[in-house]
């Protein structure tokens, strides 16, 4: 019988938590089915009547996500993202060398009707949702020609760090489901990604997905009920071992 691992607190706000979710572990998943949710509720029992995950990671990215306690909190904390008052920010690993400058990457980018996963488009398409994300060089590593990024999202879209990083040719190392051997085309595809599509509409885990390296490291916020400018942090120093 596999024993499922506690949850790390980052931080504690009384009517809020920030945890960090490992990676290969779904933000929700079905009932019965383990998650960061499940867990926390096991983990969290007879704390609060009311239990709330705000945002949610893909389930092979690792990082901090905010979890609500109070109904209002959640309402508060949901109003942040949709006006886009929270920051995020974002350690990376991809392949190849990204020039050392700051890169402001902008795509135009839908859901795949009936896939779990996203596309480029025209700016003309009715499903299109504009993306950006800029983008800060940490450091290259000629010897396994790899480079450390930091990614700060102004936008929430499927998926988006991803492929915008392989529409670019430096897929998130370990990324099966977003490839980046046919760049130029629109849609990016994956030998794997058949499986992982599968499988991810069945609401079942990928074995290809098990981990990429892709962190969310940081979060800032006003908090719900003092308004004050939160910032809760989430090292990852696996990613910045490997480069």
């Known amino acids: 019988m596999m024993i499922e691992s506690a949850i790390k607190v980052l931080w504690d706000g009384d009517s809020m938590l920030a945890v960090e979710k490992p990676a290969g572990l779904s933000t929700q998943s079905p009932p019965g089915n383990d998650s960061l949710e499940s867990r926390l509720r096991t983990q969290l029992s007879g704390r609060s009547d009311y239990f709330a995950v705000v945002h949610r990671l893909d389930r092979p990215v690792s990082g901090v996500v905010l979890i609500a306690l109070r109904k209002r909190v959640a309402k508060l904390l949901s109003e ?8 995020k920010h974002y350690l990376a690993v991809v392949e190849g060398n990204i020039e050392p400058v700051e890169q402001l990457w ?12 996203a596309e480029r488009v025209t700016e003309n398409d009715p499903d299109a949702k504009f993306a950006e994300t800029r983008v ?9 020609d790899r480079t450390l990024v930091r990614l700060f999202p102004h936008t929430g879209r499927m998926h988006q760090l991803r492929i915008q990083s392989a529409l670019r040719g430096h897929r998130i190392l370990g990324d099966s489901l977003y490839d980046n051997h046919d760049s130029d085309e629109d849609t990016i ?33 006003h908090h719900p009920k003092s308004g004050v400018r939160v910032t809760v942090q ?3 120093d696996e990613l910045q071992q490997i480069v």
């Open 80 to 87: 942040q993202f949709a006006t886009r008052k929270v920051d």
């Open 106 to 117: 902008t795509d135009y980018l839908r859901k795949v009707p009936n896939q779990p996963r």
């Open 136 to 144: 800060e060089v940490v450091r290259y590593c000629s010897k396994l």
């Open 189 to 221: 595809v994956s030998e794997n990604r058949e499986s992982d599509l599968t499988r991810a509409s069945a609401g079942l885990p990928s074995p290809n997905q098990t981990r990429i390296m892709l962190h969310a490291e940081s979060i800032t916020f």
């Open 234 to 236: 989430c090292p990852a």
